[in-house]
């Protein structure tokens, strides 16, 4: 079946610009990640999102990032005004139920965000 | 709070040759326990995991046992292959996140 799915693959941005990334979960997952992994480092929670919750914005760097996500599918991290320190690949990842359960996450391919 | 130290890399091994790579944890309770792979320009994936203590996780080849007393869950491989080149992440569950290492690049020389 179709995995998990990110777009842009790549987006390279002026500073001081707005981005729009997107991210398709696999159908029926209830769960949704977003992670930043800069170059030579590990990957840093951003957001998650389970079904009807209120999402869990706790690892947003500041108030320049934001997410939602539709219908319980789709979801878009949006970044204000990014800086250079933006720059990395963002992740997405969804699982059908939360990680204490066991269930693994399914990561997309990322989006590489280059910020000039 | 809860953490995942895992060693540095790269690790840099020749080909048939024996792998260990270190993880530690620190956590609260009974978090479960994953090896993720990230193949060179491919997307992460699961490797394996285990849930509770003592249980040994393993797939192609790789293995890793959750130790408690040790706090540990150190991925092993008895004969690399050049095609096991990539970065591996440690990582444990903390609530409904995943908690990671800093991965560690492996290189296999043929």
């Known amino acids: 079946g179709a995995g998990v799915s990110q777009s842009p693959s790549n987006k390279v941005t002026e500073k001081g610009k707005d981005v729009e990334l997107r991210c398709d979960p696999i159908?029926?997952?209830?769960?949704l990640y977003w992670y930043r992994q800069s170059l030579g480092q590990g990957l840093e929670f951003l957001i998650y999102?389970?079904?009807?919750?209120?999402?869990?914005k706790s690892g947003l760097p500041s108030d320049r990032f934001s997410a939602e996500r539709t219908g319980g599918s789709v979801s878009t991290l949006t970044i204000q005004r990014t800086q250079q320190e933006d720059s990395a690949v963002y992740l997405c990842?969804?699982?059908?139920?939360?990680?204490?359960?066991?269930?693994?996450?399914?990561f997309g391919p990322g989006t590489r965000l280059t910020v000039t | 709070g809860n953490s995942v130290t895992q060693m540095e890399g790269p690790v840099t091994l020749s080909e048939e040759a024996f792998l260990t790579i270190n993880c530690t944890y620190t956590?609260?309770?009974?978090?479960?326990l994953f090896w993720y792979v990230q193949y060179p320009g491919e997307g992460l994936q699961l490797l394996l995991k285990?849930?509770?203590a003592d249980d040994k996780g393993s797939n192609k080849g790789f293995e890793a046992t959750y130790r408690k007393e040790t706090t540990s869950f150190h991925l092993e491989k008895g004969s690399v292959q050049v095609s096991d080149s990539a970065v591996y992440f440690c990582?444990?569950?903390?609530?409904?996140?995943?908690?990671w290492g800093a991965g560690t690049k492996l290189i296999i020389k043929p």
């Open positions: 990842a969804s699982s059908p139920l939360q990680t204490t359960l066991g269930y693994e996450q399914y």
């Open positions: 159908s029926g997952h209830t769960a």
């Open positions: 999102f389970q079904g009807n919750s209120a999402p869990d």
């Open positions: 956590a609260t309770g009974y978090p479960s």
């Open positions: 285990a849930t509770k």
């Open positions: 990582a444990l569950d903390s609530n409904y996140q995943l908690i």
